[in-house]
């Protein structure tokens, strides 16, 4: 056990994993302010489900706690708050710079601060660390180092675990670079890649989610064209993966904290900049489309009133996470055109959504018949139902929109 003791500020997707793997040698507190979320996790509740049983064990080694005092003691603080935006689509820092100012209260010669949030290049040090100086009146390289980590965290990809990933690091210095880089190597079994500064590795964060927007984006168009055409899309994927050098992307709808949030970030900058970024933006515009597409397609082929099921909340597979989610867009432009709209999703237990029910058992789905079942996650538990359980849920002119293609079958409405 290393005697340093390690902070992280915010217990969510990010932070949560990030605590369990640094107790395994570290001395770790795990703060948030979210009262109800310390208390669960104290009693090993972990909504996120992003740890296993070990991960779950290990929360008894952490200090969990909700008071910002008990952070004193730490000489490593990680900070891992959600960076989303407003409505306008501008970046919203708040919680970034409520972060700072918690950490700037707490903060020690010799300490070291390190940013996990996805932002944009410059954020750090020309907006964070002014917030650090200024509250604990330290200088940054004289009295306190910072770095950036950029998380590469993926809801229910239990594959690319955070101890089995690349971790990029970065340091305000070449001290704080070796020291970070030291710290790190001790939650991952592969590579620790050390930046050339905090401001490459911010872009390199931000540009490897707009790299998934922007080509799901040209999926979701293309679909849209070989639908109007009446050619099978996906056929026409499985043609062009032949080739060695295409690239693997499929259409589909993108909700969640990152895809659809961080090319926004880098957007802003570049306006400020006086570069207005096309390609950028018209990814996410084409993406955000998505939903009225779908909807569109349900105006066209049921009635008015018509009862449809849809299945499916989460913003992407196997993750009880619907914040984000263009299931719930979806939901709402449904009601809004009259469909009386029944919903399922076992991973999400949910009120108030505003449609007739909502069912997390499949057993409550027996004699049920609907006008249309429209699936938009697929949920390991939906793929092993297979294709005839939810035929049987139509009636006899009843449409199936499988909008992922889980059931490979050409009767059904996808993108």
């Not at 971790?167 to 030291?182: D, F, H, L, P, Q």
């Amino acid at each position: 056990m290393y005697q340093d003791k390690i902070c992280i500020i915010g217990l969510g997707y990010v932070g949560l994993p990030l605590a369990a793997e640094f107790s395994k040698k570290f001395s770790v507190t795990g703060y948030d302010i979210d009262k109800k979320k310390i208390i669960e996790l104290k009693n090993g509740i972990d909504i996120t489900k992003e740890l296993d049983k070990k991960g779950i064990d290990n929360l008894k080694k952490i200090h969990l706690t909700y008071d910002s005092k008990d952070l004193k003691e730490s000489k490593f603080f990680i900070v891992t708050v959600p960076t989303p935006i407003f409505k306008d689509k501008k970046p919203n820092l708040s919680y970034l710079k409520k972060a700072s100012k918690i950490v700037s209260k707490n903060l020690n010669k010799g300490d070291f601060v390190i940013y996990e949030s996805t932002t944009f290049p410059g954020c750090t040090e020309n907006i964070c660390v002014p917030i650090l100086e200024k509250y604990s009146k330290l200088k940054l390289n004289k009295d306190f180092y910072c770095g950036y980590s950029p998380e590469r965290i993926n809801p229910g990809d239990k594959k690319h675990k955070l101890n089995k990933i690349t971790k990029v690091v970065s340091g305000s210095n070449a001290y704080a670079s070796k020291i970070i880089s030291n710290i790190y190597k001790n939650i991952t079994k592969e590579k620790i890649f050390v930046s050339k500064s905090i401001k490459v590795a911010e872009a390199s964060k931000v540009i490897e989610n707009i790299q998934r927007d922007i080509n799901i984006a040209l999926m979701n168009e293309l679909s849209v064209i070989f639908n109007k055409l009446k050619i099978e899309f996906n056929e026409v994927l499985k043609a062009s993966n032949t080739k060695w050098n295409f690239l693997n992307f499929k259409p589909g709808l993108v909700g969640g904290h990152c895809i659809g949030v961080d090319p926004y970030y880098l957007a802003d900058l570049a306006i400020k900049n006086k570069i207005y970024p096309k390609i950028i933006l018209a990814g996410r515009k084409t993406n955000d489309k998505m939903s009225d597409y779908i909807v569109d397609n349900v105006k066209k082929r049921i009635k008015k009133k018509a009862k449809i099921l849809l299945i499916g909340l989460s913003f992407k597979e196997d993750v009880p996470d619907f914040r984000n989610s263009q299931s719930t867009i979806i939901i709402k432009k449904l009601l809004k055109k009259g469909f009386n709209l029944d919903t399922f999703d076992k991973l999400i237990d949910i009120k108030n959504l505003g449609v007739s029910r909502h069912y997390t058992n499949f057993k409550n789905l027996k004699n049920k018949s609907y006008d249309l079942v429209l699936i938009l996650v697929g949920n390991r538990e939906i793929k092993n139902k297979g294709h005839m359980f939810f035929k049987k849920l139509l009636k006899p002119s009843g449409l199936l929109f499988d909008i992922k293609n889980i059931f490979k079958n050409k009767s059904d409405f996808k993108l």
